[in-house]
């Protein structure tokens, strides 16, 4: 079965590819950014761009949860971990993310006296609250990542702490939001910036919040999104309405996406969502700055739960190395391989970036599927 | 008549305590009533400190290889630590082009391990070495404190014997040569995973399990030795990693066929659901050949009439690459690189 699948996949794909091919115009560059980190990942893993034509460019967005992560957060979770008996949980790649002193939540958890304190990889919020239910002795903090996707499974587990009235669990809340991150992208001083012709839009975010939150980058910036799903030929569709578009001078909000987005989204999540979180002021994101009003911050309801409130946080900013390019990169000013440290001091196994820990970071993304691309090879 | 003045081991409820690994009289009963009488062969009946061998037929050479395990959950569908440590090391010798004769083994129990799942394991052990036609011809026991052990773990190391006119090694492949695999990749990275997360399939995921040996045979009976260049099995960092490492051996590069790649549709769904890659994930039972071109379709034959090489396919070839770059053409139609695995296969956050 699944061969056929992918016999047919290929097929599709060459179909879109020669429809790509044939509408766009050779007259004129296109580039689009494709927002998602899970987008750019599909087009790197299955070499999308070797079926579309070289005038249509696709421009890596910041759309990956712990490539915005900012040196400073993390370092506030390691402080944590260090300084108060507390357990630390959260994602494999959050995990590895580096921060101040070349040190990460991994190698800092080796450094842990693990009686008292420690830092453990898991896989879903749940995970975190099962542990601090299971073990009431420990003190379990949730480093919480990510864009809408996974703001609500974070805000169930906050409510479920509630009812059950635990003391020993709460949440470190580095929520962000997309619309937030589109809109830093579009408003870049004059002269700087990346030319951009139009936006693949998020898949699964879009699921939560809907189509109708990209209405202003229509109606504001003039430029089209096309939202889509994850799969290949999800992206290679996207791309042709997108070219579409361009080329009949519209700019619109279209749903490649039907089967799982719909203009409202999911009702019942942002409910929830909104009934745990409110908006921070600004919120300090890696490569973009400071953005007001894009990121979430627990509700003063939910105060106990709140890290941040529980012990007393304060974030510091800390600035990134110098010489690394994560900052142009999430603004798709820059292709990875323009960085003067990828794939010499930054790799995957010695990440000096966050755009090279997480496998839908650019520089990650481009390191393990595309640096063959950056060099002749024979045969 | 009470014959030894001994009790037998408690195989139902008894549990390892430290004095199984102290070697004194519970060390001896335990190698005896357990180990000797699973293993049961002329060697470790003598009860000496080492197997006497025959030497190899003339114009052999001796292979030796050693591997460790340590594998959570000890009990998976389709084998267990057991029969993994004797295959782990047979297929070390068998992709060697060496005939396996003998094994060691080597265990490193925890107090309060059950003697009934020693047990389980030392027989599934046994079965395992005599499906492959090997003897553990000698072994060790040792206790660790509760804590410091995981159950068990088990070292294994293994004796071949090479025939003359054999010379596969990873360095050996050449531009132009052809790429086979014997079956689906991933069936026991996946089987581990599915176990480990308690992901519940359709039907279970097995591992893959076997010893090599057999369907190394078959091959070398129907292609000359000279033109086997390479064979390795994929374990750990599955065939992405092999392939890696076949091509920084070579000097060479690869050309891939995703599409010609089989993979179980069990463990391709089970990694879409988890993010995971097949091609990264462990196999133990398979076999990766680069034969000279001329061959692949005799050597393709040969792998297919063997039961354990019935899903057998040629997936690509050896190019010329100075960069050791092992290139994919994807299903889509695009291209990639299929890297060397970068830490470990973690299931996706969202
Ligand atoms: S190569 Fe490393 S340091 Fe440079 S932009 Fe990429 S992740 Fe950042």
Redesign the pocket.
């Known amino acids: 079965m699944k061969y056929v699948d992918e016999f047919r996949d290929g097929e599709l794909a060459r179909g879109l590819s020669a429809a790509i091919r044939r509408e766009a115009d050779p007259a004129r560059d296109y580039a689009f950014m494709e927002f998602c980190g899970g987008h750019t990942h599909a087009i790197s893993r299955y070499g999308v761009i070797d079926l579309l034509p070289h005038n249509v460019r696709m421009i890596h967005g910041p759309g990956c949860p712990v490539?915005v992560l900012p040196v400073g957060r993390i370092d506030m979770a390691i402080r944590l971990a260090m300084t108060r008996a507390v357990t630390i949980c959260s994602y494999g790649d959050c995990l590895r993310v580096p921060a101040s002193d070349g040190l990460s939540l991994l190698k800092a958890r080796a450094r842990l006296d693990k009686s008292r304190a420690d830092i453990r990889m898991i896989y879903s919020a749940a995970d975190a609250l099962a542990l601090a239910q299971r073990e009431p002795q420990r003190e379990v903090v949730f480093l919480a990542i990510g864009f809408e996707t996974t703001t609500p499974p974070t805000a169930l587990v906050l409510k479920q702490a509630q009812a059950l009235g635990l003391n020993n669990f709460s949440v470190l809340c580095n929520h962000v939001l997309t619309p937030a991150a589109i809109v830093a992208i579009l408003e870049h001083p004059e002269g700087t910036g990346v030319k951009l012709d139009g936006f693949v839009g998020p898949a699964h975010v879009s699921t939560v919040i809907g189509s109708r939150p990209y209405d202003f980058v229509a109606a504001q910036y003039r430029k089209p999104v096309v939202i889509a799903g994850f799969e290949p030929l999800d992206v290679m569709q996207s791309i042709l309405m997108l070219v579409r578009q361009v080329n009949e001078g519209r700019s619109e909000i279209e749903n490649e996406f039907t089967r799982a987005v719909t203009r409202d989204g999911n009702l019942k999540a942002q409910a929830v969502v909104t009934e745990v979180f409110e908006l921070r002021d600004h919120y300090e994101w890696r490569g973009l700055g400071s953005l007001p009003k894009s990121a979430l911050k627990i509700r003063s309801e939910f105060a106990r739960w709140d890290a941040e409130a529980k012990f007393g946080l304060d974030y510091t900013a800390v600035a990134?190395?110098k010489?690394?390019?994560?900052?142009?990169?999430l603004r798709g000013e820059?292709r990875?391989a323009e960085?003067?440290?990828?794939?010499t001091?930054?790799t995957p196994e010695t990440?000096?970036?966050?755009?090279?820990?997480s496998s839908e970071?650019?520089?990650?993304a481009h390191?393990n599927y595309g640096r063959f691309r950056d060099v002749t090879t024979a045969g | 008549m009470k014959p030894n003045y001994t009790r037998p081991l408690d195989l139902r409820s008894g549990r390892i305590d430290l004095n199984h690994g102290a070697g004194g009289r519970a060390t001896a009963q335990l190698v005896a009533e357990l180990f000797g009488r699973a293993f049961d062969n002329p060697w470790l009946a003598q009860g000496n400190d080492g197997a006497v061998l025959p030497a190899p037929a003339a114009g052999e050479r001796l292979v030796m290889s050693t591997d460790g395990h340590v594998v959570s959950p000890l009990f998976f569908p389709g084998g267990d630590i057991g029969s993994l440590a004797v295959h782990g090391t047979v297929n070390d010798l068998a992709v060697m082009g060496a005939r396996p004769l003998y094994l060691s083994a080597s265990f490193i129990l925890e107090e309060g391990f059950p003697l009934a799942e020693l047990k389980r394991i030392v027989d599934s052990m046994a079965a395992a070495s005599r499906a492959a036609g090997v003897a553990v011809v000698c072994g060790d026991t040792k206790v660790v404190e509760q804590g410091k052990g995981d159950g068990v773990f088990i070292a294994t190391t293994g004796i071949g014997a090479l025939p003359p006119g054999r010379t596969p090694g990873g360095a050996c492949a050449r531009p132009g040569d052809v790429v086979l695999v014997s079956g689906s990749m991933g069936d026991h990275g996946m089987a581990i995973m599915a176990v480990r997360e308690a992901i519940a399939f359709e039907s279970e995921i097995r591992s893959d399990s076997a010893a090599l040996n057999g369907l190394v045979e078959a091959l070398f009976g129907a292609v000359p030795g000279s033109d086997v260049h390479v064979l390795r099995d994929p374990t750990r960092g599955g065939l992405a990693t092999t392939l890696n490492e076949i091509t920084r051996q070579s000097g060479t590069g690869m050309m891939i066929e995703e599409a010609a790649i089989p993979v179980h549709p069990q463990v391709a769904a089970a990694c879409e659901l988890l993010g995971l890659d097949p091609f990264y994930l462990a196999n133990e039972g398979k076999l990766v050949v680069i034969c000279a071109p001329a061959r692949a379709d005799q050597a393709l034959a040969a792998l297919r009439a063997h039961p354990l090489g019935a899903n057998a396919a040629r997936i690509g070839q050896v190019i010329e690459d100075q960069h050791g770059f092992v290139q994919l053409r994807t299903a889509l139609g695009g291209m990639r690189m299929l890297d060397w695995l970068s830490g470990e296969p973690l299931p996706r956050i969202c």
């Open positions: 490539c990134d190395h010489s690394c390019d994560c900052g142009t990169i820059k990875p960085c003067k440290l990828f794939g001091v930054c990440p000096l970036g966050s755009c090279m820990v970071g650019a520089c990650a390191y």
